[in-house]
């Protein structure tokens, strides 16, 4: 049994000073046995998820128990052959599992099959209701629990973006969950020089706005073409109000920016733990963010399993570059995976 103590700073107390500082019940249900402990759940409305552009996926469920008397449950996308190779798809911020509605037709196309959680407080899954109620360590067990529960025989997680600051510690904490890993715009958060500036300055433009953005920030990181109004608006479709969007008002609080943040000494040990991490590990970076403070390259020094790999860079692509560059980062990804089965 797991415990999660809230998480004590909130986005009031992160305050004004340092902003300046420039679904349906028949789908197949899966039950999990952890347990946390929080707050109110909140559950977006079935209809707010319909008529979604090339989203049409079957929803399906994992429960997780909370608290003494609750559940959370977990929304999965899980399409192509039961019995092949699986490729988890892990979104990042400002997104849910919507941002891969164009990878998972190639992935099932390939043979493999695709299966793309939304975190707590995201996409279908169920959402707390308290900012507090999320933590950096929630999020990674969470991920660790799906991946158990789903009991992969086989799989490749794609870590963009915070799937790869939550995946690289499952990675280095349970490096027998997965078989190899494709990594995408993301690194682990240890607090090196230059890391805090770029992200106190994301932080600050995020949470100073009074409708925390979601469609918008994806909007504002594609580079291929200006995405389409029904597009943004999917994006936004699992918030129909601000009390929704505690998990994403969270994420910019939980990434770790100081010495004394509760994530700093186990991310310092996972990072150190990924020198031993053998299995194949790709990295498919947008030339806009290996040119940034996360360049591949310093996956590729940490990690053994980035040796003898034809690493990618995607040319002409946003930091979404799941939207902006799927065709390619799907090629990229069924060609790693059938070299390294």
Not at 296 to 318: F, M, R, S, T, W
Request: proline content about 8%.
């Amino acid at each position: 049994m797991t415990h999660f103590v809230s998480n004590t700073l909130s986005r009031r107390a992160f305050g004004a000073g340092a902003l300046g500082l420039g679904l349906a019940l028949s789908a197949p249900l899966r039950r999990a046995s952890a347990m946390y402990e929080g707050g109110a759940i909140l559950r977006s409305p079935e209809d707010a998820f319909d008529n979604l552009a090339d989203y049409d996926f079957a929803p399906h469920y994992l429960e997780i128990p909370y608290g003494r008397t609750q559940n959370l449950r977990m929304h999965y996308v899980d399409e192509g052959p039961r019995d092949a190779p699986v490729v988890l798809c892990l979104h990042g911020q400002g997104s849910w599992s919507y941002i891969y509605r164009h990878v998972i037709p190639k992935i099932t196309a390939a043979g493999l099959r695709a299966v793309a959680p939304d975190y707590i407080g995201f996409g279908k899954s169920d959402k707390l209701a308290s900012e507090e109620d999320y933590t950096f360590k929630a999020h990674v067990e969470w991920i660790k629990t799906f991946v158990r529960e789903m009991q992969f025989d086989d799989v490749t997680p794609i870590m963009f973006d915070w799937g790869g600051f939550f995946g690289l510690r499952v990675m280095a904490e349970e490096p027998d969950l997965f078989d190899r890993v494709v990594l995408s715009n993301t690194q682990l958060p240890i607090l090196e020089e230059g890391e805090s500036v770029w992200f106190n300055r994301f932080r600050a433009m995020v949470l100073g706005k009074d409708n925390f953005p979601m469609g918008e920030m994806v909007a504002g990181g594609v580079r291929r073409g200006k995405l389409a109004p029904d597009i943004i608006a999917a994006y936004d479709a699992p918030f129909p109000d601000q009390s929704y969007k505690a998990g994403p008002r969270a994420f910019p609080m939980i990434h770790p920016i100081t010495e004394y943040d509760a994530p700093i000494a186990p991310n310092r040990a996972a990072w150190q733990k990924l020198t031993s991490f053998d299995k194949p590990v790709l990295t498919v970076f947008a030339d806009s963010t290996a040119a940034t403070a996360m360049p591949p390259e310093k996956l590729h020094a940490q990690i053994p399993g980035c040796n003898a790999q034809d690493h990618v860079i995607i040319p002409n692509a946003g930091f979404y570059v799941v939207e902006d560059a799927p065709e390619e980062l799907a090629d990229a990804v069924i060609a790693f995976v059938k070299a390294n089965v």
